[in-house]
Structure formats: structure tokens, C-alpha cells
């Protein structure tokens, strides 16, 4: 990042329900650290209470000559705006505030730019901004018109360019699709090629501290921080269970309230890939007063992916933040079960671990098997990718009691190993 540029100040505005009685900062909160993140600097917030926005111009006459009045005052370079504008509501503010006008899809997708790093992403990234784009080239090309005004460009310039434009832009986007294709086929092989271990994806909404538990439990060293949308890229790693069994740990990208659904789109392959999984970690950030909210908005993207019948345990993370328990009763009532931890100091952790154990043993079969010597190189496999809860050594073999996925019990028994019987005990000794 260019250390020299000067941070653009910029006024925040947005809609919020009728009666809503928070201030407009709380209701911009989130948008505050949106804006942050995508290095702006909030200076100002505007709310105004609406049943619906304003077709033509968002807020109402009124209100926008007031926000104009504020983007004078402070001398704002920019307004950011809380929705997702259509392209006709963003020419008629930048009108009238005189500054660019940057909705909340156009900001998330400048942050999704900059903390892209694998190609994937970055493809991903640049094809939803060129499909956000498209639709809104004419507004582009008729501000560079008027900014230029003076200067000689015959009228109709904008026009014939916004052709060519448009043109250019549909062959990228076709040529970014092949290549993105490509990469998803690649990954598919690498998905289908993994071992026979049980997935778990951590999914949830962002800043919630997917990475940092992914950190904690695995050396997988995956970037995290304070910062919306740190990570863009799903990275999945082993992780010991306590007990000495290995599962498969995913990290992927987090979800957000009114996501541009181009992002989503595109993303698509990601996420999917994520959900490849036999659990999900569905992480929140229980000390958020929007905690609630994040965890419907985790509903509704996970909906739209068509995994929300995957089963899934609720992780309510930063409890070191939570001053009283009792905030976390309207959680428990949307999902009595969510377990609430903190990553930071440990704590809850054990209780996490026992729901994630009580998951397996609900999915999974417990059996005893005989192991034969002639089978004896399944052992290894079988303490790497099943819980084993006894093990005795006879002379036909190893015999084991376990817990594991219907798939790998059915490879093991044609593999070699078989269901125990009675006469596979040793002779209890007379003497005990
Ligand atoms: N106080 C506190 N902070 C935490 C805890 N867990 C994570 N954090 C902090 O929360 C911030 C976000 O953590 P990440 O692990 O990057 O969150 P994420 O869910 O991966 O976020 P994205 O990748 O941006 O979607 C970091 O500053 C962490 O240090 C916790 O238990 N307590
Ligand atoms: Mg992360």
C-alpha cells in the first residue's frame, strides 16, 4: 500500500427501519469498519428512517440536501452509502453531493480486491467487479463527460465508447469464466483425491475468528487479524482430535449482511468446496451485539449455497469479551445447543471438543474388529482416521474396538480386517 496516499474522509449514509432507536452510528457500525478496512476514514454518519429507499434518489429530497450540506461542512472527499445502490440512484447522489458515491457492494468488492492473493481469488474478485461493472458503464462514462466538458469532447463520445467498453468487458468476463473453470476442476481432482477423513469447514460470518481457531488447532498459520474479510482463499489442514485421531480442518471466506450477491456468485466455487464437508463449525462473534443477526445472516447465505441441512455445531467465540452470560440467552434460543468458547484464552474449548466427539459418535459405528497379522499395515490407518476406544493383541491378531465413518469400516473389512466373534477373545483367566 502506498504508504504516501492520503486517506479519503468520507461521510456514511444509510436507510434504517421506522422506530429503529439506535443512533445512526450504531445502525453504520458495521459499515464504519467496512470503510475502515477498505482505508477510508469515516467522518460522519447519516441515517434516515424509511419504510422503503427512494427509486430514484435512495433518501428522500430532504434528506439528500442535507447530506450535501454535511459533505460541504466537512469537506469529504467521498459518501459511502449502506446498500447496494442501482446505478441510477448512484448518479442522482453524486450529483447532487458533488463527491464519488460508493455503495456497500463497490466497497466490498475494493476490500475483496485488496486481500485477494491466489489466483483464484483474484479471478473471482475481478469477475464480480467486472459483472458490477457492466450495468453501470453509461454513469462512468457521462461524469468523465462532464468532468471533461470544457475541454472539446464531442457530445456522443461516451456512447459509442460505452459499446466498446461493454464489449470488452463481456470478453473478459468469458475469458476470466474459462480460466476460473479450470481452477475448479483442478481443485475438484485434489477434493476427490484426499483421504478418507472426516471434513470439518469452519463457516461463519467475518472477523468471527474462523482462522485464528484454524491457527489454534492446526499449524496451518493462516493470516488473521482484526479486519473484515482477511481471509478470501479456503485452506484446509489435518488436525489431531484429542485422543489421536485426524480430521480435516477447512478455513474459508466469511459471510456479511446484504453480501453483493456478484461475490457470492463468484465465489461460489469456494464456498462450495468448503462445504464439501461431513460438519460445519458455524462460528459468531458472541460479544457482537449483532451476534443474533450474524447468525441469521450465516442462515441465509449458507441457504443460498443449498448446505444448510448439513449438520453443524454453533460456535459462539469470544466469550472473553461477554461481560454477562445472559446476552447470549437470544443465541440459545435460536440454537440451543451452540456451544460458547473463546479462541484468545482456551476457554469452552473442552466443551467444543466433546461436542465435536458427540457428533462422531452419533454419525459414525462402533464396531470390534479382528485385525489380522496379514492385516496388520491397516492399523496405522485406522488409529490416523478412526477413534479407537480398545485394543487388545491376540495371537490371531489386533483386536479393536472403534468408532468410524460407514465408508472406511466397509474398506477396512475388504481390506482384511473382520467384524470380531466370540471365539476371537482370549479364554478368560481363572484366576480373576
Ligand atoms: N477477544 C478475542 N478476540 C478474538 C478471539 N478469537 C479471534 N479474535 C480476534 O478477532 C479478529 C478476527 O479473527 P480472525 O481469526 O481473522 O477472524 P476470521 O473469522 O478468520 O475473519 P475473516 O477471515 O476476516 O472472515 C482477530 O483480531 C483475532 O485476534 C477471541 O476468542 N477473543
Ligand atoms: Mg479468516
Redesign the pocket.
Known sequence: MDGQRKATEAILFGIVPMGDPRTAAECLHELALLADTAEFVPAGCMTQHRRHADPHSYFGSGKLEELTEVVKLAHSGAVICDDSLTPNQGKTIEAAVGVPCIDRSELILQIFGMHARSPQAKLQVELAALQYEMPRLRRRWTHLERQRGGIGVRGGAGEKQIDVDRNLLRTRISTIQRDLKKIEEHKEREVQGRPDLFTIALV?Y???????LMNKLTDAGVL????????LDTRTRPWRLPGGRTVLLT?T??FLRKLPHQLVASFHATLAEALHADLLLV?IDGSSPEAADQLRTVDEVLETLGSNSLPRITVL?????VAERASLTPLWQMDPRAVPV????GEGMPDLFAAIQGHLASVEQKVELLLPHSAGALHGEIRAKASVLSEFYTEAGCLMTIQASPALLGRLLAEGARVAEPGDHPPADPET
Open positions: 461463519g467475518t472477523n468471527a475468528g474462523k482462522s485464528s488473521a487479524e482484526n479486519r473484515l474479510f482477511s481471509t478455513d471466506v466469511g462460528l467465540n469470544k466469550l472473553d469479551l473463546s479462541v484468545l484464552t
